[in-house]
DNA sequence: CTCCGTGCAAACGATTTGCACTATG
DNA sequence: CATAGTGCAAATCGTTTGCACGGAG
């Protein structure tokens, strides 16, 4: 399995790098088109999975409908906006978790886990507040 | 915006409880076609949207696959398992993350938090062991 | 030159919706 | 008896796949 390192993907890539989000597929196959306007959203799909395999950009499978893809691989959690879902990181310490509490669960052999903090961001919060000032 | 307490909406809250399983719609509209064959999908999935919406049943968000929709309402996280896509519950405290680190995010209004630990469920172990063997 | 990767369109699985009909409150 | 809820089919949304062609190694 070599990985060959297409014009497409290398785009692709330094696309999301850029972007510093966690975007969609489509908003990225968006951002892409603008350099390279015949690329195909398959194209796009094929890849973040692929290079989220190899372990180049990180893949979000949290709420809302849609994959997520994330330009920074190294381990954190994540906050996620109920209106705009949007995600951002969280740059809280992951402590106390890793332990003992969760290893010994119900048999399970535990790999990982996933820590999502709900809420809204700033930027609705913004937004909701100028909709009630209207009323 | 008056809830009316339909037949089928009756059926599919006591099936979901009965189960105490994690199901999802269709996993629950075959059990509820049982008790009601001419059911159809749809109200299944209208049902299960307002029931959450109520609070008289949980929703989960998991993975980007299936929703899956819990006969528990009370707070508490979930284990995942990556083979099977089950979801189990995990009964271990709630500690520590309520506290300040995760209120003061970045200027989110923060409403809650998800904790799901990933893993491979005893089942899926034992199934793995009998297809090493085999080899 | 060999395959892996691409673009395109069609297929897919999960969920939602428009509509005419039914039944709850 | 008003109108929320239903069943059905078609529509939609995000994602995947089959296929013939193109380009990286």
Do not use: W
């Amino acid at each position: 399995m070599h990985l060959r390192m297409t014009n497409q993907r290398e785009i692709i890539l330094r696309e999301l790098k850029k972007s510093r989000q966690h975007l969609t597929a489509d908003e990225l196959y968006d951002r892409v088109k603008k350099d390279m306007p015949r690329i195909s959203l398959a194209t796009v799909y094929r890849n973040l999975e692929i290079l989220s395999g190899a372990g180049l950009i990180g893949k979000l499978e949290i709420s809302g409908r849609q994959k997520r893809f994330d330009y920074d691989v190294t381990e954190h959690d994540h906050i996620y906006c109920t209106v705009c879902h949007k995600v951002n990181n969280l740059d809280i310490e992951r402590q106390g978790l890793h332990a003992k509490e969760v290893k010994a669960v119900k048999g399970y052999r535990v790999t990982g886990y996933r820590l999502e903090v709900i809420g809204v961001c700033p930027a609705c919060q913004k937004r909701k507040e100028k909709k009630e000032k209207k009323k």
